[in-house]
């Protein structure tokens, strides 16, 4: 480490790579966060959903640091006591899954806050780089602009630089099936409830994925639609299919009515589960731009705050015992590896009838509430293990 300004540099303020600082800048590591959003957590690039800690341990049991699912009560904007799944012939499943919905910005300041407590560097507004060289990592604006340090994590999100700079196979990932495109407004003046979180299942309006309302309180709700290319006809508009969602799905208008939309956001994400490798002897990636997004349910704040946490463990074994960081992705195997390959399984298997609306609404019917909260919760539905398995 001789010669290091840092002992590691992290590409990206998340909650991914803030949860890697915070652990790494307690344990004594020499941190500098870059971020190139000029406010973390805004623009909101998700629907803020958050399962509650109790709950997602049951989801993930082999975590072994659930304090990263606690969340400050002053980041949280709503509860949901609920999921309701709408089949695309408009029959509703309901089950119980406590849930938050967050204020990204609040939630990821208090990361930032929180990391800088310990003493690492968390830089705003700047849109960094990482150069491999002879001499270690140097990341920054520009090669003569950068620091060194010994390692880099890679928080940076879909598609990334990072990862794709550090040979990690970003690009191999890139198919058309493993990527969705998601389309949200924040809409305000909703007569919809507020306490139960909607996945709608409509192919109409959400080729490839699935439309949402996630209530935010006072009758504001993130409003959504994840479509994937391979399932678009040619001359349909992604915009123009979150606008026919809200205007015409027979369950979700009557609930959106009168609503007026505020701000809009457009993002990709990758639902193929994660990287085939997701380190280097140098770099690690974490959350999104490591592909750690549950595929069934698309969540990714989770996954990110677990790989952030897991890397920044690897990273000070690393720096005080040498040990290589291929325990980075041992861990996150051992932890949450069952639940993202049985996400991935399930999603595989479901692109067989997800563009035929009515084959889709019998399998929900044939499943019922149970069944379908296991799918989304990441577990192999009870009984259908063959059946998935044969259809993936």
């Known amino acids: 480490m001789t010669g290091s300004k840092f002992d590691v540099t ?10 890697g600082a915070v652990f790494m800048a307690k344990k004594g590591l020499k941190v500098k966060v870059f971020e190139k959003k000029k406010v973390l957590g805004k623009p909101v690039r998700c629907g803020e959903f958050f399962v509650v800690k109790e709950d997602m341990m049951k989801l993930v049991p082999r975590v072994k640091c659930p304090e990263v699912f606690d969340i400050p009560s002053e980041a949280i904007d709503n509860k949901c006591r609920a ?4 089949s695309p012939r408009g029959k ?3 089950f119980p899954l406590r849930s938050y919905v967050l204020d990204r910005h609040v939630f990821e300041s208090g990361l930032a806050e929180e990391a800088r407590s310990y003493g690492a560097e968390v830089d705003v507004g700047t849109q960094a780089h990482y150069y491999p060289s002879k001499d270690g990592p140097l990341v920054g604006v520009s090669p003569e602009k950068a620091v060194h340090s010994e390692l880099v994590i890679a928080a940076d ?7 794709q700079t550090a040979g990690l196979p970003e690009k191999e990932y890139a198919g058309p099936y493993s990527i969705a495109t998601n389309v949200e407004y924040l809409m305000s003046g909703l007569p919809c409830e507020q306490d139960v979180a909607e996945m709608y299942m409509d192919p109409r309006y959400s080729p490839g994925g699935y439309g949402w309302i996630i209530p935010k309180g006072n009758g504001k709700a993130n409003v959504g639609i994840g479509v994937r290319t391979p399932y678009l006809q040619r001359d349909w508009q992604i915009r123009d299919l979150l606008s026919g969602f809200i205007e015409k799905n027979k369950v979700a208008a009557p609930k959106l009515v009168g609503g007026k939309r505020e701000s809009m956001i457009a993002d990709s994400l990758p639902v193929d589960g994660p990287l085939a490798r997701t380190y280097t ?3 690690m990636a974490v959350g999104d731009a490591a592909g750690m997004v549950m595929p069934t349910n698309g969540g990714g704040i989770q996954t990110a705050l677990v790989t952030g946490r897991l890397a920044g463990e690897a990273a000070v074994q690393y720096c005080q015992d040498g040990t290589p960081l291929s325990n980075y992705e041992d861990s996150w195997r051992e932890q949450i590896g069952v639940e993202m390959e049985n996400s991935r399984m399930m999603r595989q298997a479901s692109d067989r009838l997800m563009s035929h609306g009515l084959l889709f609404h019998l399998l929900l019917r044939m499943m019922g509430p149970r069944r379908i909260a296991e799918v989304v919760m990441c577990q192999i539905p009870s009984g259908m293990g063959p059946i998935f398995r044969l259809l993936s």
């Not at 992290?10 to 949860?19: S, T």
């Open 157 to 163: 999100g879909y598609p990334s630089e990072t990862a």
């Open 92 to 94: 509703s499943f309901e």
């Open 10 to 19: 992290v590409v990206g303020g998340g909650p991914g790579g803030l949860a």
């Open 281 to 283: 002897d140098r770099v």
């Open 83 to 86: 999921v309701r799944v709408i």
